[in-house]
């Protein structure tokens, strides 16, 4: 069974840096694009970062100078950099591989999500 799980969130002060890894197991031959969503109370999910394989990024402009997305293929991960955190970030964020190729097809997975707090 594939999953994707995620570590590093937590509380920070605005300005702080926190960096969010996730990590894909199960018996996975490909992982085309991964990426980080994020979910704030009251508010529809949104897309943060993504990569492709290749390493062909795209981010939220709202996010964009202060938020890195990279990858190793060979461990199956990705990580989200996140600097100069302000309050508005506060969310819980997710990992998504829309089209991981395993050993029981072609998946959708989604991790269970890591909340990420910033106080002002």
């Known amino acids: 069974q594939v999953q994707l799980v995620e570590s590093g969130g937590g509380l920070v002060q605005a300005g702080g840096s926190l960096r969010l890894s996730c990590a894909a197991s199960?018996?996975?031959?490909?992982?085309?694009?991964m990426g980080w969503y994020r979910q704030a109370p009251g508010k529809q999910r949104e897309l943060v970062a993504a990569?492709?394989?290749?390493?062909?990024?795209t981010y939220a402009d709202s996010v964009k100078g202060r938020f890195t997305i990279s990858r190793d293929n060979a461990k199956n991960t990705v990580y989200l950099q996140m600097n100069s955190l302000k309050p508005e970030d506060t969310a819980v964020y997710s990992c998504?591989?829309?089209?991981?190729?395993?050993?029981?097809?072609?998946?959708?997975?989604w991790g269970q999500g890591t909340p990420v707090t910033v106080s002002s």
């Open positions: 990569i492709t394989s290749g390493g062909s990024t």
């Open positions: 199960g018996s996975i031959f490909s992982i085309n694009s």
């Open positions: 998504y591989a829309p089209s991981v190729v395993a050993s029981e097809g072609y998946l959708e997975v």
